[in-house]
């Protein structure tokens, strides 16, 4: 970090958590960001550092004194008002807001998340994986066919083709990640490694929308809650009359979810493990008669360090790593990760293998006839674009993020809502009528402080108080409105939220607030400008009713849609046996095929729909 960078960051830092207050010191604050801020992309680092600098000179054009000369309480006025200009300029300063809070949060807390974490002997050792690194492989691979991605739909599909006989290699963009690591190493790290962009992923858009996908041997299941639900009876029905999926009918893919929670050894959070967030959301359901239960995950032996997000420290949470992956191994499958693949070879109408890049730029070919596509639904469609492959009018389009909004309660007595699972007990009340699904969810310790409104003294005073804040969060069934596009061979997101989608999201809002306060807590932190703060439900309800939706803080963690499989031509770029249109040889088995949301968390409808593909490229 540069000087003017490092000073314009203390600068910042000092008005969200200034020292003089009991905040970090300027040193310390830097130190804390640049950690982060450095394993970003360049195109993230620079405009981060943009927006600091902007920030100052709005700070000195508004006061004619650097914020650094200015007072702890001039220095929070200044930022207040500022953020008050317009939604973009308040909407700058809350994304550098999260970014420090995040990076200070992180590293406050690094001593109890380590030791939270090695607390209790690993639960499982790491597997028995055949895994070479790019730079360790061979410039040209022979195999029968090449999976492109490890996560949940290229692990299953894998899995499959292995067992066949089929002599199959597995590429995979992220490392193989130790649980040693996990337990070692500093949580910033830990985040930043595993997530693609470092975790600041985003689909833009009004409002932006924060996007984190996982990027390791093992996907996206690496860093996930370990939510498995299946996909809800008229999810399937719908896939199957509306769009032909074949695929989906019930009565066909009940074997594949059996096998998926067989493979993953899904059960409901133990209530001894559940932790206060999720007991609380329980308390607040049966106050007001609604349905709830703890969530079905898959985690045998978890210890509710709440760390899912980061790497599970213990080998707990069962993702395809630990399961799908080693069986897939087992059968003579190869895994060669830090390789991103660059383009599906092909020639005369059918496959003829891929060829990826190492982290130097030297190519790794892998000649196969049967290239299995799973790199997920935002690079899958830059994939097959740059492939020549990508000529499909809806590729790309009709993203589903099953975006999500959350709010926290204060309740005056010490909650600590990160000792326990990290998602733990779900209200589907509303879900069946309002596509309204709600989760208890915590974060790793300090890594969710940006749930805490104002700045300065407003602002320590809350994180002072967080453990006395318990954290629930909403996913709302959304419509395919987004659109990935491809610039300079980086996936590029655009999500504009349909009005009707904003609505489901009010009508979440309200709903998590009415569970808060009967559960018994005395103020909900709504995050949203004008009220942060509200200490009653109509008053809840007032704010949201002239709330500008815009200003919403959102995020999503289910991208899907992106290359729908089913009979439609026009409307599905995947046939519907999981086939690619126009090109003999390819297959895609991630979350772009599923034609619509899910509707609850998607781990399960991925693998299974994975597993009925495979068994239709074995079979052909």
Not at 134 to 163: E, Q
Request: glycine share 12%.
């Amino acid at each position: 970090m540069t000087g003017l960078a490092e000073r314009v960051t203390a600068a910042f830092g000092a008005a969200l958590l200034p020292p003089e207050r009991g905040g970090p010191s300027p040193t310390q604050l830097v130190e804390r960001v640049d950690r982060y801020v450095t394993q970003l992309p360049t195109t993230s680092r620079r405009a981060i550092r943009a927006g600091l600098l902007s920030l100052a000179a709005a700070s000195y054009l508004t006061t004619g004194r650097s914020m650094s000369r200015l007072s702890p309480d001039r220095r929070t006025a200044v930022l207040a008002r500022i953020a008050a200009l317009s939604p973009d300029a308040g909407a700058a300063i809350e994304g550098l807001k999260a970014i420090v809070l995040l990076a200070n949060g992180a590293d406050s807390y690094a001593a109890e998340l380590l030791h939270r974490g090695t607390e209790y002997d690993v639960a499982r050792p790491d597997a028995a994986l055949t895994v070479t690194a790019s730079t360790d492989a061979p410039s040209m691979i022979h195999a029968d066919a090449v999976v492109v991605g490890s996560g949940a739909g290229g692990a299953m599909a894998a899995r499959t083709l292995a067992r066949a006989g089929i002599n199959t290699v597995v590429l995979e963009e992220g490392r193989r990640w130790s649980v040693e690591e996990f337990r070692d190493m500093h949580p910033i790290d830990r985040y930043a490694g595993l997530y693609r962009g470092g975790g600041a992923t985003l689909a833009l858009g009004r409002p932006t929308v924060v996007l984190p996908i996982g990027r390791a041997v093992g996907g996206t299941t690496v860093v996930n809650s370990g939510t498995c639900y299946r996909p809800p009876l008229p999810v399937q029905q719908r896939w199957r009359d509306e769009f032909g999926l074949g695929l989906a009918d019930p009565a066909r893919l009940a074997g594949h979810l059996d096998d998926v929670e067989q493979t993953l050894q899904v059960a409901p959070v133990p209530l001894e493990i559940m932790g206060n967030n999720g007991r609380l959301l329980l308390e607040g359901a049966a106050a007001l008669g609604w349905q709830a239960a703890p969530i079905p995950r898959n985690a045998p032996g978890c210890g509710a360090c709440c760390q899912c997000a980061i790497g599970c420290p213990r080998n707990a949470k069962f993702g395809v790593h630990l399961n799908a992956l080693p069986q897939a191994c087992a059968h003579g499958a190869q895994i060669v990760s830090g390789a991103r693949v660059e383009r599906v070879l092909h020639s005369g109408g059918r496959a003829r293998g891929v060829r990826a890049r190492r982290s130097d730029g030297t190519a790794v070919d892998v000649l196969a006839d049967i290239v299995v596509v799973a790199a997920g639904a935002t690079e899958t469609p830059g994939l097959l674009r740059r492939s020549g492959l990508g000529g499909h009018p809806r590729l790309g389009r009709n993203l589903a993020l099953h975006p999500a909004a959350m709010l926290a309660g204060y309740f005056g007595a010490e909650i600590m809502a990160w000792r326990g699972v990290l998602q733990s007990a779900a209200v589907d009340e509303l879900h069946a009528t309002h596509g309204v699904l709600i989760e208890a969810t915590s974060t790793p310790p300090g890594m969710g402080s940006m749930v805490f409104p104002g700045y300065g003294t407003e602002l320590l005073s809350w994180l002072e108080r967080a453990p006395q804040v318990a954290t629930f969060g909403a996913m709302i069934a959304d419509r395919g409105v987004g659109r990935v596009y491809s610039s300079r061979g980086q996936a590029l997101v655009r999500y504009d939220i349909s009005p009707d989608d904003t609505a489901k999201l009010i009508t979440a809002l309200e709903a998590i607030g009415k569970l808060l306060f009967a559960a018994g807590a005395v103020e909900v932190l709504t995050g949203l400008p004008g009220a942060p703060t509200v200490s009653s439900q109509p008053a809840l309800q007032r704010l949201l009713r002239r709330t500008n939706p815009k200003s919403l803080h959102l995020a999503a963690f289910h991208p899907t849609g992106t290359a729908a499989a089913g009979a439609d031509e026009q409307r599905c770029p995947v046939d519907a046996t999981g086939r690619l249109r126009g090109v003999d040889g390819v297959w895609v088995v991630d979350a772009s095929i599923l034609p619509s949301c899910p509707e609850v968390n998607p781990q399960v409808s991925i693998m299974a729909l994975a597993l009925a593909v495979a068994d239709e490229i074995v079979a052909a």
